[in-house]
């Protein structure tokens, strides 16, 4: 079948089962073509195309909706709502998101870029139509280990308590980004050796006997059902919160996927359907991957699985660079312990689980409680290291005020993917965190431009463990230094480069002071550079000799409330100093997906609109 000629969905309810599977067979080796050029996430969505092809072929989306909890396994939704032929742009600028995205077509009716909030949406859609009196199905589709995060429980609460039905759709992989962990997946487990256990009470009973197929159906799933009850498992946690039970059922089988769901769909009340799949089936680099390297990936070679571009070998990661330090403290230092919201290798973390297995905890894909985790294990006098993505870091906001801020409890904080991270677009830029973390009290935060100063701060950390100490670092790579750093860093004290008589006064932190050092320093304008490595507490004692009658400028790469340079503004106003400030930084927006370079242009932040930018500022000035 030609993929790109796909319009909508209703074709599909004219397939038979071996058609079917034929375009299962086609769309992975589509997948895995496309992919291997743009990049993308390849595995979870291999592991999804039975399932959403028969999710498609059972409802009828859009009157139906469907939508993917996170929404990075949405690309076969997205094929067969017309949208193939534009994944040559998949993740490019102004191109077709990663996601799903509800500008981009009526079947997107839900948009997220992290875990466990679609059972929420389903819920409150599912009120709204019976308000409405209208009837369709409502079908969210969530992973094993994005069900036990704490909004997925809450919405099942909530939904186990009212009428309104909505058919949720468990997609057991087994896997998060790497391999689930916890009490649950241990239940899931004890399900999936179980063998088939159907269960939906009296509907299920109705569905079943009213032909002598049915009836045969009936009684064999139910002296397996008793058998696992008394044998194995009693009631499921589903019907525990108030909702039925369906599964497990083979998520590769396209049989058993049409008739369960047909049963659910008959179905009068809410259901779990628990489908088991294989992350990366049909591509055995990544049916073979339990560290998480496949789930998203950069282009690649199909035949061997290398990396078309891979980092020189001069070069690591920040993520890296962060987790080795902390894993050489942690052999002298037996206080040390590490924690990880499900991201042992997107935060290199992978050597600290191997050699420090009993002071490494991954608590899965539960942010909140791996900050307060964190809090309690600072008040048992351990010295905890947690490593988040900035755009996950988010949720835990509440966990960090009032649990380790209010408290000034010592523990590091690694806040990852910090600034502009390329592909994964809007829902994954780590711009707002100084926004939330800047206004807390007794928060140290620093954004180190170079390894050296990432390691120092680290030792002031170990060295003091007095409070918070927030390390943001971005996404990409560094130079490698195995240059062994034992001195501290002190706290709140910025670095000055450049001229002495210099025309204007830059003032950044992170990588940008690199970028910025690079691009001017064959230019015809002299700039005095400040490496404002330390956000919070801000160098004020630098800040006052700053005071000239030259132009000041603060250039970041996150958003401008609560930023730097209005922090800045703020102390000077206070002071009584009369000085502008030209900042440069991310507008009140959401920014668009593409590459850094792209999305910097993009924001008006690119090294040479900056500079013309500077060159206006001093010309101004000039002429005044």
Known sequence: MDLNKIKDPSFLKELDIRQLNQLASDIREFLINNISKTGGHLSSNLGVVELTIALHYVFNSPKDKIFF????????????????????????????????????????VWEAGHSSTALSGAVAMAIARDLDKQNFSVIPVIGDAAMVGGESLEALNHLGSINNKVIIILNDNQMAIGKSVGGFNDFLSSIRLSGTYNNLKEDYRNITSKNKFGKMIFNISKRVKD??????????????????????????????????????????????VHVVTKKGKGYRYAENDFAGKWHGIAPFNISDGTIKNPEPEDKTTWSKLVADHIEKKMASDQDIVAITPAMIHGSAMDSIFVH????????????????????????????????????????????????????????????????????DGPTHHGVFDLGILNPLPNVIICTPSNSKDVKRFINTYLKYNDHPYILRIPRGSIEIDDTEVEEILPIGKWSVEGFDDHEITIISYGQNVNMIRDFYKDKDIKIRLVDAKF?????????????????????????KINSLSSNI?????????????????????????????????DEGLDMESFYQKVKEIIDEKREN
């Open 69 to 108: 909890d996170v929404g990075h396994q949405s690309y076969v939704h997205k094929i067969l709502t017309g949208r193939a032929s534009q994944f040559n742009t998949l993740r490019k600028y102004q191109g077709l998101s990663g996601f799903q995205k509800r500008c981009e077509s009526e079947h997107d």
């Open 535 to 559: 956000i919070k507490p801000m160098d004020f004692e630098l800040l006052d000799r700053l005071v000239d009658d030259k132009p000041l400028i603060v250039y970041e790469t996150e958003l």
């Open 356 to 423: 420090y297995p009993d002071r490494s905890f991954d608590v899965g894909i539960a942010e909140e409680h791996a900050l307060t985790f964190t809090a309690g294990l600072s008040i048992a006098h351990k010295k905890p290291f947690i490593s988040v993505y900035s755009s996950f870091l988010q949720r835990a906001y509440d966990q960090i005020n009032h649990d380790i801020a209010r408290m000034d409890l010592g523990c590091l904080i690694c806040v990852d993917r910090c600034g502009f991270v390329g592909a």
């Open 569 to 601: 503004a703020y102390y000077y106003s206070q002071k009584g100093i009369l000085k502008r400030i030209y900042s440069f930084g991310v507008d009140d927006h959401f920014s668009v997906q593409g590459s850094i370079e792209e999305i910097l242009k």
């Open 227 to 272: 058998f696992v009850k008394h044998g194995l498992i009693d009631d499921t946690i589903f019907e525990d919160f108030g909702v039925d039970y369906l599964g497990p059922v083979n998520g590769h089988d396209f049989d058993d996927l049409i008739r369960v769901l047909n049963l659910a769909k008959a179905s009068k009340t809410s259901v779990v």
